[in-house]
Structure formats: structure tokens, C-alpha cells
């Protein structure tokens, strides 16, 4: 009985410690945006001066008031929006069309086609190279020049490939192809349908990189109507900057700018993040079945 007693407080004790370490790991990793949050409403000086540290100080809009005075905001989320929705359908789809064969042990070259897909995670033409293909290829200021180069991810690949190895039971696999599937039909009715939890993660990380990326769009698109929003805002604090420059002469001008460049750069940061932060909770549960899938097996 005494031991019992001793077992039971042993593991109440590791709970809390657990509970604490967990909180104490949580307050780690979100104060930093709640931090920029607060930032983000508070006077840049009082920020510097280390006086929001819990709530913000020198209450002000004039961040956001110059983000959003700038008439391509919209554009720019509405580009993100549909870059995204994109590039994550293209993405998965070639994810899944890609890893599935590779799954397959009858596949032939199968061995070969591994070790060239991982290749390409360590040796690479460069930027130059990339650029020069995109350019022949005719897809300068087009929209595919965002999607087509990095299409597949091939750490994302090698993760959906043993996915379907491990967590998607052969005996299923064999069973379709008895009863007459096709290897299309198999794919369709039987792998597609039990792969949604890896699928979730695959989507997860293909929006954040689409949502995030703009230096593939600095790179291959002209004209800021095609501007994805990340684009649009460091444009934004670019002009800041410069104004904050060129005032530099000025008594006072300089100071000011400079105060509303600050407020710009944390205004950034919530505004562009917000879309993800927003949408992440309504796919956290699919994100943490597809992170465990597999990882304990019967």
C-alpha cells in the first residue's frame, strides 16, 4: 500500500513538473509574437525604453494607419491568398503523385529515382542557373514561375513516402489489386482516402511557405499587382526607410519618420502573420494526427 501511495505521488509530482516545463516552453515560444503584437500598438520609444513589456505603452494606430494607407495592400493579400490556394494544390498534388510510386517496391529504377530526388536536397544550380531556365522557359512576370521551380519539396516527398510504406497496411494495397483496381483506381480509393492526416501536414507547411515567400516573387514577377503581400510590405518599409533618409536635413523630420518606420516594421510582422495564425487552429488537430501517424505501430 505504501509503495502504491509512493507511486501515485511520484507521478503526480512528474505531472507538474511536466505542466511547468510545457508552460514554461509555451511562454518561450509565444512571447516573442505577443511581444510584436503590443509592440506593434505602443510608441517606438517606449518600446526602446523597455516599457511594454506586458502591455503596450504610448497607445497608437500610425503603424497600421501606414500600412494599410498603401493602396497595394489589398492587392497584395488577395495575390497571397490565390498564390497560395495554388501553389498548395500543385505542391500536394505533386507530392502525393511523386511519393505514392516511389512507395511501391515493384517500382522499377526505384532505387535510382530515390537517391536522384535526394540529390537534389544537397546540390543545386544556384540562382543564376534557376533564373536563366525560368527565363528561357518564358515564365518571367508569370505566376507559375513561383510554383513550377520548387514544386516538390523533397524533404516533404520522402515524409509522405514512407507514410504510405509504413502507415497504409499492404494488405489493403493487395486486396484492391485482387478484386481488378488498377494502380490509378488503388491510388484514388484506397491511398488518397487513408493518407488525410499526412495530407494535413503537407498542407499546413505548403501554405506557410507560399504565405511566407517573396523572394521568389522579387525575383521572377514586375508590377506590384502581382506583388504577393510579404512583397508589399517590405516595399512599404522601404519607402519608410528612404523617407526617414531623405528628412534627415530637416529639424524634426527625421525623428518622426524614423518613429513611424519603427511602427511599420512591427505592423509587418502582425499583419502578415495574422492569415496563418488565424486559419492554423481550425487544422491543429488534423496537423498533430499527421505529425503521430505511424509513430507508434501495433
Request: glycine fraction near 8%; hydrophobic fraction near 50%.
Amino acid at each position: 500500500m505504501g509503495n502504491n501511495k509512493s507511486l501515485g505521488l511520484s507521478d503526480r509530482t512528474s505531472d507538474i513538473i511536466l505542466v511547468l516545463f510545457t508552460g514554461l516552453v509555451m511562454i518561450l515560444v509565444a512571447y516573442p509574437l505577443y511581444y510584436v503584437l503590443i509592440a506593434s500598438f505602443s510608441d517606438p520609444y517606449a518600446v526602446y525604453a523597455g516599457k511594454t513589456f506586458l502591455f503596450p505603452s504610448g497607445f497608437t494606430m500610425k503603424g497600421y494607419s501606414a500600412v494599410f494607407a498603401d493602396k497595394n495592400i489589398f492587392t497584395g493579400y488577395l495575390n497571397s491568398i490565390k498564390y497560395t490556394i495554388i501553389g498548395t494544390i500543385f505542391s500536394v498534388s505533386l507530392l502525393y503523385i511523386t511519393a505514392y510510386p516511389l512507395s511501391r517496391k515493384d517500382l522499377p529504377g526505384r532505387r535510382l529515382l530515390n537517391i536522384f530526388f535526394i540529390i537534389t536536397m544537397y546540390f543545386g544550380g544556384g540562382l543564376i542557373p534557376t533564373y536563366l531556365v525560368v527565363k528561357s522557359t518564358g515564365l518571367i512576370n508569370n505566376i507559375w514561375a513561383l510554383f513550377l521551380p520548387g514544386g516538390v519539396a523533397v524533404g516533404n516527398m520522402i515524409i509522405v513516402r514512407n507514410y504510405f510504406q509504413n502507415s497504409i497496411p499492404k494488405e489493403l494495397i493487395e486486396a484492391s489489386e485482387i478484386d481488378g483496381c488498377s494502380h490509378l483506381r488503388t491510388f484514388k480509393e484506397v491511398i488518397i482516402p487513408l493518407s488525410m492526416p499526412i495530407m494535413a501536414v503537407m498542407v499546413v507547411f505548403s501554405m506557410v511557405a507560399y504565405w511566407n515567400d517573396w523572394f521568389t516573387a522579387l525575383i521572377y514577377l514586375t508590377g506590384a499587382e502581382k506583388a504577393p503581400l510579404p512583397l508589399v510590405l517590405r516595399n512599404i518599409l522601404i519607402k519608410s526607410s528612404a523617407s526617414a533618409a531623405q528628412s534627415s536635413t530637416i529639424s524634426g523630420g527625421y525623428a518622426e519618420l524614423n518613429k513611424i518606420t519603427e511602427m511599420i516594421k512591427f505592423a509587418s510582422i502582425i499583419v502578415a502573420a495574422a492569415p496563418m495564425l488565424i486559419f492554423y487552429p481550425f487544422v491543429q488537430k488534423y496537423f498533430e494526427q499527421g505529425m503521430m501517424a505511424g509513430a507508434v505501430k501495433g
